[in-house]
């Protein structure tokens, strides 16, 4: 599911222009296996799958496989909509440097929902 | 599109609230039971045009919405500067009973959404005298805080950017995007600190919990609506507080933490049948 957030972003205009500031290195960990995410003036430059020894990124968004693949249904059910939704659940944990998490919130949460573009496709065809 | 005026009128009204001249941005229409409407944190009066546009709302009921201090068109009391913003409880009943006296609305019915959901709780336990009716939307007796609210206000994040962040995610993902949209653009333009203060009271000062029990809905009637998709105020809270005081609730499906507007249109198909309960007082 992590292969197609760059994709997805970069070709969303709106998305990059609304990350346009925002230059960082985040990781999604789905179980155990973490990836890395450069991000770029709102692009997304790098996607580089662990393990890692040292890791350097800024904040982590942490969840089971589980939850991870209900919040990327197309349309997720109550509770798992959002990632406020399931750190309030305590299902996600998000750590680290949240500064650049923070400040660009709406550029963020439409970066990791991304994938639910991908499987409404999918469950189109 | 021909140009035409909204059946809305705003104007400001000026009153000692809470021992404080104060400078409030009230707007209403329609006639008949008056119905005073109470918006969320870190929002506006603005959240009610939907229902204030609605003939099936206004040919029975006056609908009031106001702009609490600090928030839309009101003004925060002079000396604000030196101040921080907190809502307390007491504070908050008070005023919604002040502004609903000022008004001269006898016995209205009252509608609050969220920290609007929760003080229609408070009122029901201490002043169900004073109201034909309370509707909850959004409704829970307690909200523990899930993040570090000091991101709220501070000055290297942007302070309506990181406000309409944090709530987007409560609005329905079946919600039309012109709704969803203009709910987080009125979050985006409340004053620094204000929904952070308003957070106090939701998930702080106005904890209910422990006297939910006292409600008695024989004294004021008690209607309670939330979105299915609310995970801040859930539907589990609301349902809790229904089997707790008897109220009728009903879990709308489709909407989210701000049914009034990001769907108005849904929205009042859920409310129209509560407003008949009401009528029928």
Redesign the interface.
Known sequence: MLDVIASLVNADTALVRRGRFVNTTFLIAIGEADTLFRVQDGRIVNVAPGPFITPDYSFALRATRDVWEKFWQPLPPPGFTDVFALVKQKLMRVEGDLHPFMSNLLYFKDVIASPRQKTSKAGAR | MSPHFEPITGRYLHLDLLGKPHRLYVEEAGSGIPLLCLHTAGSDARQYRGVMNDARVTSNFRVIAFDMPWHGKSSPPAGWQDTEYELGSRDYVRMVVEVADALGLERPVAMGCSIGGRIVLHLAHEHPDRFRALIGLESAAHTEP???LS?LNRP???GG??C???V???V???APSEGRWETLWHYMQSGPGVFKGDLHFYMIDGDIRHRVDEIDIKKCPLYLLTG?????CT?EGTLDIAKRTGAPATIMKGLGHFPMSEDPEKFVGYLLPVLDKIRGL
Do not use: N, Q, R
């Not at chain 2, 299915?228 to 801040?232: I, K, L, P, T």
């Open positions: 899930y993040y570090d991101w290297d994040v942007h950017m990181v309409a962040g944090v987007s995610g409560l329905a993902p079946t299915e998709y609310d995970y801040s539907a």
